[in-house]
């Protein structure tokens, strides 16, 4: 991206990731490559999960058929993860499909981020009072169950819970 002034700022990077297949693998090879904005801005809150670092961190899903074992991927980070708060973004990720039947094809995904408004004015102080009818409850019924990956971090928050008290 070119800023309105025609010249490029430090501001930009541009990230790369490859995804190689290890030999026997059923998946095939992916690269991602992004080019992103970035500016610094605090956006860390007192009340921050304990779980949210500064580390980089992978999630990834696979699907396979009953019987079948799936690819378990492995990571490796190489370079600076991108810090900051990312105000625009383009990327691009590609790859090779494998259908049950084993034929191929190829895939290609983008997707843009633009913030459109930012701003540092100060929050009305009353959005955070406690409604009038606010009541304490023992435990939050959750219906319909939530999606896994909250699951899985409501579980690690209440290990995280359990091992600082220990």
Same mark, same amino acid.
């Given at each position: ?47 921050? $999960? ?5 580390? =980089? *961190? ?6 396979? %058929? @009953? ?29 090779t499909i494998t259908s049950p039947d084993g034929s191929t094809r190829q895939h290609v ?15 009305? $102080? ?5 409604? =009038? *009818? ?6 939050? %019924? @959750? ?24």
């Amino acid at each position: 991206m070119i800023p309105a002034n025609g010249k490029r700022s430090s501001a930009t990077r541009l990230a790369t990731r490859r995804v190689i297949p290890l030999a026997g693998a059923k998946r095939g090879a992916d690269t991602t490559v992004t080019d992103g904005w970035y500016i610094d801005l605090n956006t860390h809150i007192s009340c921050e $999960p304990s779980w949210r670092s500064a580390r =980089s *961190g992978h999630a990834f899903l696979t699907v396979h %058929r @009953q019987g079948e074992e799936g690819d378990v991927p492995t990571f490796k980070d190489v370079g600076e993860p991108e810090r900051g708060f990312i105000v625009a973004s383009k990327g691009t990720s590609s790859g090779t499909i494998t259908s049950p039947d084993g034929s191929t094809r190829q895939h290609v995904s983008t997707w843009e981020i633009k913030v459109t408004e930012l701003s540092t004015a100060a929050i009305d $102080p009353a959005l955070f009072e406690i409604p =009038s *009818g606010f009541k304490l409850v023992e435990r939050i %019924r @959750q219906e319909p169950v939530p999606p896994l990956v909250i699951r899985l971090m409501q579980v690690y928050e209440w290990l995280a819970r359990c091992r600082s008290r220990a």
